[in-house]
């Protein structure tokens, strides 16, 4: 069974830092392109980082770029998104899924279940 987990979510004040994480099993993790997706009342759904297998080739939205960094360890099946500077805007759910590479289209269904960022002014 595909299975993405992730863990790392809280709360923080603007200007801190947070780190998640997306473990993978069930399937060829290090052969998928992978991403990073954020969901909010105020910003609705948004498309964070996303990754290529190799782990060298990364893409970012311009509202984290600087400072968010995506990165995998594909010997861990696992994937990361370490979250700097903070701000309000921020705040939101986060969840972690297979796309389809040079899109923000997720691979069959498979996202994880979500965890809530939520960032203090």
């Known amino acids: 069974q595909v299975r993405l987990v992730e863990s790392g979510g809280g709360s923080v004040q603007t200007g801190g830092s947070l780190t998640l994480s997306c473990a993978a099993s069930?399937?060829?993790?290090?052969?998928?392109?992978m991403a990073w997706f954020r969901q909010s009342p105020g910003r609705g759904h948004e498309g964070v980082a996303r990754?290529?297998?190799?782990?060298?080739?990364?893409y970012y939205a311009d509202s984290v770029k600087v400072r968010f960094t995506i990165s995998r360890d594909n010997a861990k099946n696992t994937m990361y998104l370490q979250m700097n500077n903070l701000k309000p805007e921020d705040t939101a759910i986060y969840y972690c899924?297979?796309?389809?590479?040079?899109?923000?289209?997720?691979?069959?269904?498979?996202r994880s279940q979500g965890t809530q960022i939520t960032v203090s002014s």
């Open positions: 899924a297979a796309i389809c590479c040079g899109s923000w289209s997720k691979k069959n269904n498979c």
């Open positions: 069930g399937y060829t993790y290090s052969s998928d392109c």
């Open positions: 990754i290529k297998p190799g782990g060298t080739i990364t």
